[in-house]
């Protein structure tokens, strides 16, 4: 792929954002090396810029909207699944070497689930000519190109073991079923977001069924949108799972009792002083548990308390997953009760 297929495809992304204003430079440099297709509230998407944010690397910022709406014409598909973008992703697919996503789990790891070609964040490198998919493939490759100021994979291999383990554990935390599920004993997502989530998979469906019809004689395209409705409609018919909500529940807080075991009492990030891309990835994932009402699941864990309040302070995690969770989701007594106290340390 050359670089100016590259730089088309892209600009052919870019044409679905109906906002300009979501199209920005971070950094000083007028024509960086990288591109970013994310999402403000994306979880996969946060974990990319805070990376981003600690290597301090400049790049071009597309911020798309990733829920589908009914507007007066009928439905209006994400941006994200306009076929620009999504050869994008298929481009990266080809890399990754894995069969699209066939179903629902409520997890979204590419190793665990398979590749999901609808789906941000995405990462173009123009200096390699290659597009990168998948948030966890993004942070290492992010890492690899660049070590300064901060390497976040540590090369002694025992550590990089420890890094690794964890950055695996995160991936495959069941945040779908978090955000998208209705639970039966205790659902303490912000009621607005409930309203959101009644409608989110019809409005998906319609919009990936819209883009089908739209893309009929494109084989590729067809397989793709196919394999993201497949997956969509097997989230519909879990979302009121009483059983299935209490499972992902269950399983996350069997994960905060291993990572409360894993951090002992002494040290503020997993591996002591040195901040690595464990820490990025629990930190982003903990403001989520938090914004979701569920910080309660780690009250009695004292390393995790002690934990998230050192990761918050990082102004990476707090611009990045605090604060753009706050400007781009529906407002959590839970989120702004921590957005309060966290004192940010300066950079
Ligand atoms: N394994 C992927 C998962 C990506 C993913 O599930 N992205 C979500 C946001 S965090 C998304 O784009 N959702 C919108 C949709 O499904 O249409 C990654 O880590 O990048």
């Known amino acids: 792929m050359t670089n100016d297929q590259l ?4 600009a052919g992304a870019r044409a679905a954002i109906a906002d300009p204003a979501r199209m920005t430079l971070v950094g000083s440099d007028a024509n960086p ?15 990319v810029r805070t990376v981003l944010f600690e290597k301090r690397l400049p790049y071009r910022s597309n911020d798309m909207m990733i829920l589908s709406s009914m507007g007066p014409d009928g439905i209006v598909p994400a941006e994200h699944y306009h076929p620009p973008y999504v ?20 997890r979204t790891s590419v190793e665990g689930e398979g590749f999901d070609p609808c789906v941000v964040p995405l990462l173009v490198d123009y200096e390699a000519g290659r597009v990168i998919a998948d948030s ?7 890492d690899a190109v660049s070590s300064d100021p901060v390497q976040l994979v540590p090369a002694d291999a025992d550590a990089r073991a420890q890094v690794m383990q964890q950055v695996d554990i995160v991936d495959r935390i069941p945040n779908g079923s978090l955000l998208y599920g209705f639970h039966p004993d205790a659902d303490l997502r912000p009621e607005a977001l409930k309203t959101v989530m009644e409608s989110v998979y019809d409005y998906k469906i319609a919009a990936l069924e819209a883009m089908t019809d739209a893309n009929a004689e494109n084989a590729e395209l067809i397989s793709a949108y196919r394999a993201k409705i497949a997956k969509e409609r097997g989230g519909k018919s879990v979302r009121h799972d009483a059983a299935f909500q209490r499972a992902a ?3 996350v807080a069997a994960l905060l009792a291993d990572l409360d075991r894993a951090l002992g ?9 040195s901040f690595s891309l464990g820490d990025v990835l629990w930190g982003v994932n903990l403001v989520r548990l938090t914004y979701l009402g569920l910080a309660s699941m780690w009250e009695d864990r004292p390393n995790v308390v002690r934990y998230a309040s050192a990761l918050l302070a990082r102004p990476s995690l707090h611009k990045e997953a605090i604060q753009a969770t706050m400007n781009s989701m529906p407002p959590s007594r839970y989120l702004d009760a921590i957005a309060g106290t966290t004192e940010v340390a300066s950079v």
Do not use: D, W
């Open 7 to 10: 730089m088309n495809l892209a």
């Open 33 to 47: 090396r990288f591109e970013l297709f994310h999402a403000a509230s994306s979880l996969c998407s946060q974990k």
């Open 87 to 106: 050869r994008l992703r298929l481009i990266a697919a080809q890399e990754i070497g894995r069969e699209f996503v066939s179903g629902y789990s409520g």
């Open 136 to 142: 966890r493939r993004i942070c290492l490759y992010l």
């Open 249 to 251: 529940r269950h399983h």
């Open 265 to 273: 009492t002494a040290s503020p990030y997993l591996r002591g002083e």
